[in-house]
């Protein structure tokens, strides 16, 4: 399909939002980007990845404790993309481009592929969320069927009770699979990607061989086989399946909208941000532990209409946001407990799941 277009709107609710956080920041005389507690989570992030797996893999311990440091290093795995890969992508983790380059480089050293994550999430996924065909990440058939336009198969009837199984699939189906599906057939989904240049197609290959040969060549050599295999399945299984709910959370529940433009003239019928606003729930806001762990994108709402800005401000944002949307007569969707949007989750499974 073609690119959806949205309606330009000369004093619209996007313009009112940004005076206003525009307006916190200099009277708060803060940048938008990331703080001393922020570099520090990440270094402590990254360290203790480090330490784990050259526990793990240099100084094996018995095999319970191998495979709860395993699961250890999944969750480290997907905290790292939460909270450094994904500021650094975005050009938020800190005000020096080569310092979020160096943070945005961390999905190459765990396996993804930076090129393809910016394409697929910053273009992709924040332009067009939830709308089917152009986002990719509400696409997962035929495993799952996420919206109303979506073919229905007989096995979607029971998508609520094996979701897990197949969000877990995610972070090993990531590197083995669809970041080489999207390099050789040029697209992501119904879009595709510009010409990848000289220097991007190195550093595809070269730091696919760097992880094949860091997290499964050098284990192997080192542990052989079946303690690789037990280890590394632990690892990915735990990263795919933190890293699939808690996007999921964020725009697959009960009360977000899945818009289709206008068939006649392919346009959205709302402006951008609230068209962010109808398509993306927030969790778990004041739970801080919730928030240090997931690095902020419990604060969903927040980080769709502001990427730019690091998330260890969307607390404070959250509140000036929220009155907006109450001065507009916009619904701002949240959940407040972790427990309560994975049951809409599971709800909404259940509904698209029924023929």
Not at 37 to 47: D, E, G, P, Q, S
Not at 216 to 230: K, R, S
Request: net charge positive; hydrophobic share 45%.
């Amino acid at each position: 399909m073609s690119s959806p277009k949205f309606p330009k709107i000369t004093l619209s609710f996007h313009a009112e939002l940004k005076k206003r956080i525009g307006d916190y920041f200099k009277q708060k005389g803060k940048a938008t980007t990331g703080n001393f507690k922020l570099y520090f989570k990440a270094i402590l992030l990254v360290v203790s990845f480090m330490a784990v797996y050259v526990h793990l893999v240099f100084f094996t311990p018995p095999v319970l404790w191998a495979v709860l440091e395993s699961i250890l290093l999944g969750c480290l795995t997907a905290a790292i993309g939460f909270n450094v890969m994904h500021d650094g992508a975005h050009g938020s983790f800190s005000p020096y481009k080569w310092i979020n380059s160096m943070a945005s480089n961390s999905a190459n050293f765990l396996g993804a592929n930076q090129y393809m994550w910016k394409t697929k999430h910053n273009v992709i996924h924040h332009t067009y969320t939830n709308i089917h065909g152009m986002d990719d990440d509400i696409e997962a058939r035929p495993l799952l069927r996420l919206c109303d336009e979506q073919p229905h198969y007989k096995i979607h009837k029971y998508q609520h009770f094996y979701f897990w199984a197949a969000y877990s699939l995610l972070y090993i189906y990531w590197v083995f699979v669809t970041d080489y599906k999207k390099y050789f057939s040029r697209r992501i989904g119904s879009t595709p990607l510009r010409k990848m240049t000289a220097s991007e197609h190195f550093s595809f290959w070269f730091y696919k061989f760097a992880h094949a040969f860091i997290f499964v060549a050098l284990p192997i050599y080192v542990l052989g086989f079946m303690p690789w295999l037990i280890g590394f399945l632990s690892m990915g299984l735990v990263a795919g399946f933190v890293l699939s709910i808690v996007f999921q959370l964020a725009h697959t529940v009960e009360h977000t909208h899945f818009p289709m433009p206008d068939e006649a003239t392919n346009k959205m019928e709302d402006e951008w941000a609230i068209h962010q606003i109808k398509t993306t729930a927030n969790f778990a806001t004041k739970n801080k532990l919730v928030s240090w762990l997931v690095g902020g994108l419990n604060f969903q709402v927040e980080h769709h209409l502001f990427p730019r800005i690091s998330h260890v401000h969307y607390p404070a944002i959250s509140k000036i946001i929220k009155k907006a949307c109450e001065d507009y007569g916009i619904t701002y969707i949240e959940y407040p407990k972790v427990r309560l949007a994975v049951a809409s989750h599971v709800a909404f499974l259940r509904q698209m799941g029924r023929k």
